[in-house]
Antibody, heavy 115, light 106 residues
């Protein structure tokens, strides 16, 4: 069965770029949308963006100027890059596969923005 | 953005109770509505997709209905493991948006 695992630094300094990877095991990255979502106590669940295996990407307009999602099919991984972070970007970050619903999620990784 | 409003925000219930949560979209989302369960420290788990379809492996006590702007999620007979937070999510229009959650507690 398909499993997702997020990885990346737990602490990022303000104004720097947050970079996370999502490793996909148990199946190839195709035929689905691959998402990044974050969760904070204040704003709840927030969709960051996704890519489709064909190469299309789309992002939440609220973050679009700072977000890039990329894929490395040779490693079965996709990545999130969020630039110019502030304390408001402190959150639990999840990657998730989407068919109709988001049916497979990673465990989540906590990222704190702090100097 | 489409706003998803869940009601109630929290709910106290007992094992065996029938529980209903509603989700209202700020505009027509057809049936592109999913329901998730989240327990503390865990990722959300998909229960219902496309408003009324039970995800594989999810117990039949969970159900969903609705279309357009008004949706309902029901647990027919609460089990102890059902105490969690539940979220609706629309994917008819980007950005994908979630409801604020309904915390179901004893």
């Amino acid at each position: 069965q398909v499993q997702l695992q997020e990885s990346g630094p737990g602490v990022v300094k303000p104004s720097e770029t947050l970079s996370l990877k999502c490793s996909v095991s148990g199946g190839p990255i195709n035929n689905y949308y691959w998402n990044w979502i974050r969760q904070t106590p204040g704003k709840g669940l927030e969709w960051i963006g996704y890519f489709f295996y064909s190469g299309d990407t789309d992002y939440n307009p609220s973050l679009k100027s700072r977000v890039t999602i990329s894929v490395d099919t040779s490693k079965n991984q996709f990545s999130l890059h969020l630039s110019s972070v502030t304390a408001a970007d402190t959150a639990v970050y999840y990657c998730a596969r989407q068919a109709e619903g988001m049916d497979v999620w990673g465990h989540g990784t906590t990222v704190t923005v702090s100097s | 953005d489409i706003q998803m409003t869940q009601s109630p925000s929290s709910l106290s219930a007992s094992a065996g109770d029938r529980v209903t949560i509603t989700c209202q979209a700020s505009q027509d989302i057809r049936n592109y509505l999913n329901w998730y369960q989240q327990k503390p420290g865990k990722a959300p788990k998909l229960l219902i997709y496309d408003a009324s379809n039970l995800e594989t492996g999810v117990p039949s006590r969970f159900s969903g209905s609705g279309s357009g702007t008004d949706f309902t999620f029901t647990i027919s007979s609460l089990q102890p493991e059902d105490f969690a937070t539940y979220y609706c999510q629309q994917y008819d229009n980007l950005p994908i948006t979630f409801g604020q959650g309904t915390r179901l507690e004893i």
